[in-house]
């Protein structure tokens, strides 16, 4: 079983809808969640962080984390062309020795937004 | 906010050199960074984890021969690729964690702008 799962897509949404991506992971013992987004040929740049249960909201973006159903999923109200990127889902858990563990990454989901 | 500064963003490079890749935090001192490698239309596959002063941890099937990190200082990582072949070609990305700043104890990353790379 993979540490973190995403549907691949490609996701496909017209401008002003929202657009919904889900993501699952298989440690419980993750305690840090984040969406990415990837622009082609860019690194990820970070979207949303979100570490209890609930939902947590940033604008046009709302993450929600259910640490019971190891689920974390990424809303995205009001969709413009310019979200169509591809988003990344990581799961931070500690590592042996460390504090600040190391971040395990889903496979994206595309994203594309039509006018 | 905390800023990662990558160098060169792109490098063409004949088959048996190597290859320098530098990671550098402006503004915050990184005593961690990861550096991934990122192949078309695939998930960023984490390589090794560099700690500031100490040898780097590679993931498993990743040669450390092949690819040396060095991370010198609290502000520098810099990745080698060694003797470069054709299907070393990708796209690679450095982050770095940040302690006792934004982030700290929470696994946030922040990423370099990634440098890609082509060996004919």
């Known amino acids: 079983q993979k540490e973190v799962e995403q549907n691949s897509g490609p996701l496909s949404v017209p401008e002003g809808a929202i657009a919904s991506l889900n993501c699952t992971y298989s440690d419980r013992g993750s305690q840090s969640f984040f969406w990415y987004r990837q622009y082609s040929g860019k690194s990820p740049e970070l979207i949303m962080s979100?570490?209890?249960?609930g939902d947590k909201e940033d604008g046009r973006f709302t993450a929600q984390l259910n640490k019971a159903s190891q689920y974390v999923s990424l809303l995205i109200r009001d969709s413009q062309p310019s979200d169509s990127a591809t988003y990344l889902c990581a799961v931070n858990r500690p590592d042996r020795g460390s504090t600040l563990g190391r971040l395990y990454f889903g496979r994206g989901t595309q994203l594309t937004v039509w006018p | 906010g905390a800023v990662v500064s990558q160098h060169p963003s792109w490098v063409i490079c004949k088959s048996g050199t190597s290859v320098k890749i530098e990671c550098r935090s402006l503004d915050f001192q990184a005593t961690t960074m990861f550096w991934y490698r990122q192949f078309p239309k695939q998930s960023l596959m984490l390589m090794a984890t560099?700690?500031?002063?100490?040898?780097?941890?590679?993931e498993q099937g990743v040669e450390k021969d092949k690819f040396l990190i060095n991370h010198a200082s609290l502000t520098l990582s810099t990745l080698t690729v060694t003797s470069a072949h054709p299907e070393d070609s990708s796209f690679y990305i450095c982050s770095a964690s940040y302690s006792g700043g934004p982030g700290v104890n929470t696994g946030e990353l922040f990423f370099g702008e990634g440098s890609r790379l082509t060996v004919l």
């Open positions: 979100i570490y209890s249960n």
């Open positions: 560099s700690n500031e002063g100490s040898k780097a941890t590679y």
